[in-house]
């Protein structure tokens, strides 16, 4: 009795000096700047030079700011095929200085939209050099762009942390298994093939998985629960479009689709899943889909989830990040190699120079121009938890599915959303299996063999601290 006396007592002096306070609100803000560059440009996502002609619906980088208590944390979306390191280095720190946001609280991913600007990397300076070389300037220089680039991006997060206010956070999966395939395929010789054509005989089965699950955030007024944006993230590559006019790719669908849904301010910030070796070609069919069918079935899907009672709320927010850098070492090739390639750009682009010696040689030049920096490459991995139930992952490069899904098995979230091509674009990041099987993805990479396990490791050590 006196033992139960003092267990109350003590219970009731542990209650005074240790309050169990109600968590503080979770608030969020959302808002997005328009980045469509000027016409004519260079575009990027294939490996010679194509100008755009015009718009065919404008690209945006699209920010959310989180905040709770004392901790902000901001994620920028941008309809671009990806980010390099100078450029959101750059605009971290800027938007650091601006906003107040921890620089390592944020990050900043490009989309990978194949019909936006080339304005980084190795084709990106060939073509710059070349036009400078012949004409004594390049009309389409890329600097300017880069730096309005930057401004933007410290606008748009500016804009998304004005605007914080109260939110309700849901969250889960929905399951789209219809327009997302392997590219990669074992072949009838024992081969793995890349994209080997609608029917084709020699064609045995599938190289790998893809991922069916489509990553859910959803963000509603606190009082009435009216949904306001979603972070959306699906894993299948944003080349669904082509030509020459500038476009989100199948983003825009997939935000139409659910403006019809949820009313005309609803907000879709898109964070691309792990889709190096995932595309949209279905090779039992001759008629591939495009990019307004793909994001309107995409859509579909989403609003179906949300409506139907996919998603539910976490346990308790808590706002927090943690990031750590994976260091991969730079691919080593010899200085005959070094020269050769680099005699070979001009071949880059002419219809007699073989695909994958393209590839190589403009992955050579580049890695020559990453090696200035030092002989590896800091790829940053970072861990967003928005409440207790749910994590974003954000992965530099353009990754296999398999380490997405990796991520995702091992994650102690009920719900963790992996996103890719986050803080740097440093081509493909396949997966052991895949160095040695070869063909593309393997040969467009510029890190050693074993970095996407590295990054799967970081990543899963993340996300179990702060679970
Ligand atoms: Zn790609």
């Given at each position: 009795?006196?033992?139960?006396?003092?267990?109350?007592?003590?219970?009731?002096?542990?209650?005074?000096?240790?309050?169990?306070?109600?968590?503080?609100?979770?608030?969020?803000?959302?808002?997005?700047?328009?980045?469509?560059?000027?016409?004519?440009?260079?575009?990027?996502?294939?490996?010679?030079?194509?100008?755009?002609?015009?718009?065919?619906?404008?690209?945006?980088?699209?920010?959310?700011?989180?905040?709770?208590?004392?901790?902000?944390?901001?994620l920028v979306f941008c309809?671009?095929?990806g980010v390099?390191r100078?450029?959101s280095?750059?605009?971290r720190?800027?938007?650091?200085?601006?906003?107040?946001?921890?620089?390592?609280?944020i990050t900043i991913t490009g989309?990978?939209?194949?019909?936006?600007?080339?304005?980084?990397?190795?084709?990106?300076?060939?073509?710059?050099?070349?036009?400078?070389?012949?004409?004594?300037?390049?009309?389409?220089?890329?600097?300017?762009?880069?730096?309005?680039?930057?401004?933007?991006?410290?606008?748009?997060?500016?804009?998304?942390?004005?605007?914080?206010?109260?939110?309700?956070?849901?969250?889960?999966?929905?399951?789209?298994?219809?327009?997302?395939?392997?590219?990669?395929?074992?072949?009838?010789?024992?081969?793995?093939?890349?994209?080997?054509?609608?029917?084709?005989?020699?064609?045995?089965?599938?190289?790998?998985?893809?991922?069916?699950?489509?990553?859910?955030?959803?963000?509603?007024?606190?009082?009435?629960?009216?949904?306001?944006?979603?972070?959306?993230?699906?894993?299948?590559?944003?080349?669904?479009?082509?030509?020459?006019?500038?476009?989100?790719?199948?983003?825009?669908?997939?935000?139409?689709?659910?403006?019809?849904?949820?009313?005309?301010?609803?907000?879709?910030?898109?964070g691309t899943?792990?889709?190096?070796?995932?595309?949209?070609?279905?090779?039992?069919?001759?008629?591939?889909?495009?990019?307004?069918?793909?994001?309107?079935?995409?859509?579909?899907?989403?609003?179906?989830?949300?409506?139907?009672?996919?998603?539910?709320?976490?346990?308790?927010?808590?706002?927090?990040?943690?990031s750590?850098?994976?260091?991969?070492?730079?691919?080593?090739?010899?200085?005959?190699?070094?020269?050769?390639?680099?005699?070979?750009?001009?071949?880059?682009?002419?219809?007699?120079?073989?695909?994958?010696?393209?590839?190589?040689?403009?992955?050579?030049?580049?890695?020559?121009?990453?090696?200035?920096?030092?002989?590896?490459?800091?790829l940053e991995v970072q861990?967003f938890?928005?409440?207790?139930?749910?994590?974003i992952v954000m992965l530099p490069a353009?990754v296999?599915?398999?380490?997405?899904?990796?991520?995702?098995?091992?994650?102690?979230?009920?719900?963790?959303?992996v996103v890719e091509l986050a803080n740097d674009d440093?081509?493909?990041?396949?997966?052991?299996?895949?160095?040695?099987?070869?063909?593309?993805?393997?040969?467009?990479?510029?890190?050693?063999?074993?970095?996407?396990?590295?990054?799967?490791?970081?990543?899963?050590?993340?996300?179990?601290?702060?679970?």
């Amino acid at each position: 009795m006196k033992l139960l006396r003092l267990v109350v007592l003590l219970t009731m002096i542990a209650g005074c000096i240790l309050p169990v306070r109600a968590a503080e609100p979770l608030r969020a803000g959302v808002a997005l700047v328009e980045i469509t560059p000027p016409v004519p440009f260079r575009m990027s996502g294939y490996f010679f030079e194509r100008l755009s002609t015009g718009t065919k619906d404008p690209l945006f980088a699209r920010a959310v700011v989180f905040q709770q208590g004392k901790e902000t944390a901001a994620l920028v979306f941008c309809d671009l095929l990806g980010v390099p390191r100078e450029v959101s280095a750059a605009a971290r720190e800027k938007i650091g200085k601006t906003t107040g946001i921890p620089v390592a609280n944020i990050t900043i991913t490009g989309t990978h939209t194949h019909t936006g600007p080339l304005y980084f990397t190795v084709l990106s300076d060939y073509f710059h050099d070349r036009a400078v070389a012949k004409n004594g300037t390049d009309p389409y220089d890329s600097a300017p762009y880069r730096a309005t680039l930057i401004e933007k991006l410290v606008e748009v997060v500016s804009q998304a942390k004005a605007a914080v206010a109260p939110v309700k956070l849901t969250s889960g999966y929905a399951v789209e298994d219809r327009i997302a395939f392997n590219r990669r395929f074992v072949m009838k010789d024992g081969s793995v093939g890349w994209n080997p054509g609608a029917k084709n005989p020699n064609i045995v089965r599938p190289a790998g998985p893809t991922d069916p699950q489509v990553g859910i955030v959803l963000l509603s007024s606190l009082e009435k629960a009216e949904p306001q944006a979603a972070i959306v993230s699906f894993a299948m590559h944003l080349d669904t479009t082509g030509g020459t006019l500038y476009s989100a790719d199948y983003v825009k669908s997939l935000s139409d689709r659910l403006q019809r849904e949820f009313g005309p301010n609803f907000k879709t910030l898109f964070g691309t899943g792990t889709c190096g070796n995932i595309n949209h070609i279905d090779v039992t069919r001759q008629e591939q889909r495009k990019a307004d069918a793909l994001g309107e079935l995409l859509g579909d899907t989403v609003a179906k989830a949300i409506q139907g009672g996919a998603l539910s709320s976490g346990r308790e927010p808590a706002l927090a990040v943690r990031s750590t850098k994976v260091m991969a070492p730079l691919q080593k090739y010899r200085p005959d190699e070094i020269a050769k390639a680099k005699a070979n750009m001009e071949r880059v682009g002419a219809r007699d120079f073989p695909f994958l010696e393209t590839v190589e040689t403009c992955k050579i030049v580049d890695i020559e121009r990453l090696r200035k920096f030092g002989d590896e490459v800091p790829l940053e991995v970072q861990v967003f938890r928005l409440d207790g139930d749910t994590a974003i992952v954000m992965l530099p490069a353009e990754v296999f599915v398999e380490l997405g899904l990796a991520i995702k098995a091992a994650s102690p979230f009920k719900t963790t959303l992996v996103v890719e091509l986050a803080n740097d674009d440093i081509a493909y990041i396949p997966t052991k299996q895949a160095f040695a099987e070869g063909n593309y993805e393997p040969t467009n990479s510029r890190v050693v063999r074993g970095t996407g396990e590295k990054l799967v490791e970081a990543a899963t050590t993340l996300l179990k601290e702060l679970h």
